[in-house]
């Protein structure tokens, strides 16, 4: 089994990265099942419970509302606290031959990495940081965001002042050299998709690389 952390701004292009390495691993009979657990609905219950929390008035313990209609994090200790519940789900979702595609933004990926996550998870684990700058993750949010509302969705977008106070700068170069778990970065400044065969590729490189050195089974 594997876990493939998919790391980098709201925005980045996590979705087309995770359909293409599922498609690779399974293409490569390194995995035949596959599962992707985003942090955001475990974010996006506070959120609400926080609303419920002021209707009952009662304080809001995680959140503010912004004025773009999206939500500010105000109890930082919510970014750690919603990672250790993935970790304990995690426990019950691991079987042979199951991807698990783990997905998060922070600004500190070596902490929440590290410090979260299970020796089992990070030993069968690798790290895809796709690299997008802060203006070009924006701006596909924004048009992922109108695109869902004018096709009649329920869409939720991260506010501009959380994303400038959470996502704006990360520890990217940290998380490269950490030496603890095996980090693939990906450019994905530009639009399209072609220029992420390569990536592609390395990313399954890793993966074969834990299958005969750390003697993960499939």
């Known amino acids: 089994m594997f876990y493939i952390f998919l790391m980098g701004r709201p925005g980045c292009g996590k979705s087309e990265?995770?359909?293409?390495?599922?498609?690779?691993?399974?293409?490569?009979?390194?995995?035949?099942?596959?599962?992707?657990?985003?942090?955001?609905?475990?974010?996006?219950?506070?959120?609400t419970g926080d609303d419920a929390a002021e209707k009952a008035g009662k304080p809001r313990k995680y959140?503010?509302?912004?004025a773009d209609g999206g939500y500010l994090v105000t109890n930082d200790g919510v970014w750690d606290e919603i990672l250790k519940e993935v970790d304990a789900d995690l426990k019950n979702l691991s079987r042979p031959g199951r991807?698990?595609?783990?997905?998060f933004s922070r600004p500190n990926y070596v902490h929440s990495i590290l410090n979260n996550f299970s020796k089992n998870v990070l030993d069968a684990g690798v790290v895809v940081y796709i690299d997008c700058s802060f203006e070009t993750c924006w701006q596909r949010n924004?048009?992922?965001?109108?695109?869902?509302?004018?096709?009649?969705?329920?869409?939720?977008?991260?506010?501009?002042?959380?994303?400038?106070?959470?996502?704006?700068?990360?520890?990217?170069?940290?998380?490269?050299?950490?030496?603890k778990i095996s980090v693939v970065v990906v450019d994905n400044e530009k639009d399209g998709t072609e220029h992420l065969a390569g990536a592609t590729a390395s990313v399954l490189a890793e993966m074969e690389k834990i299958v005969k050195t750390r003697k993960i089974g499939i």
């Open 142 to 179: 924004v048009r992922r965001h109108e695109a869902a509302v004018a096709a009649g969705g329920d869409d939720h977008l991260v506010s501009r002042e959380e994303m400038e106070k959470t996502y704006l700068h990360d520890d990217r170069d940290a998380l490269v050299k950490n030496g």
């Open 17 to 47: 990265i995770y359909r293409r390495v599922a498609e690779e691993l399974k293409n490569r009979k390194l995995a035949s099942d596959f599962m992707r657990v985003d942090d955001f609905p475990k974010l996006w219950a506070k959120f």
């Open 99 to 103: 991807a698990i595609f783990i997905e």
């Open 63 to 66: 959140s503010r509302a912004t």
